[in-house]
């Protein structure tokens, strides 16, 4: 099993930009797999992006173009860059990782076994 800890999460006015992070300890290989999701208050939680073992990266159709997933297997970080944050990207924004995801289950958070804490973002209009 992998424990997951984002950070960089904060308050930022629409069209700025932030970097979420996402350390992993423990099992290696729950890192092979791995996604992004967030909840927005009284919403269900959703995909945002996600990235395979041969680092091919899967986006929600809301965040093309503006956010970045990227992963350093090496020291097992796992990375989000948000950029033109709107008011509806608000929300707890979540990393999560697996040993296998099929990919057409990337963005999926049944997929998914490890979750971290989750992070706070706020984009003010």
């Known amino acids: 099993q992998v424990q997951l800890v984002e950070s960089g999460g904060g308050s930022v006015q629409a069209g700025g930009s932030l970097r979420l992070s996402c350390a992993a300890s423990?099992?290696?290989?729950?890192?092979?797999?791995m996604g992004w999701f967030r909840q927005a208050p009284g919403k269900e939680r959703e995909g945002v992006a996600a990235i395979d073992n041969h680092l091919i990266t899967y986006y929600a159709d809301f965040v093309k173009g503006r956010f970045t997933i990227s992963k350093d297997n090496g020291k097992k970080i796992l990375w989000l860059q948000m950029n033109d944050v709107k008011p509806e990207d608000t929300g707890m924004y979540y990393c999560?990782?697996?040993?296998?995801?099929?990919?057409?289950?990337?963005?999926?958070?049944?997929?998914?076994?490890?979750w971290g804490q989750g992070t706070q973002v706020t984009v003010s209009s």
């Open positions: 999560a990782g697996h040993l296998w995801v099929d990919r057409r289950e990337m963005l999926e958070e049944s997929a998914y076994r490890d």
């Open positions: 423990g099992t290696t290989r729950s890192t092979d797999y």
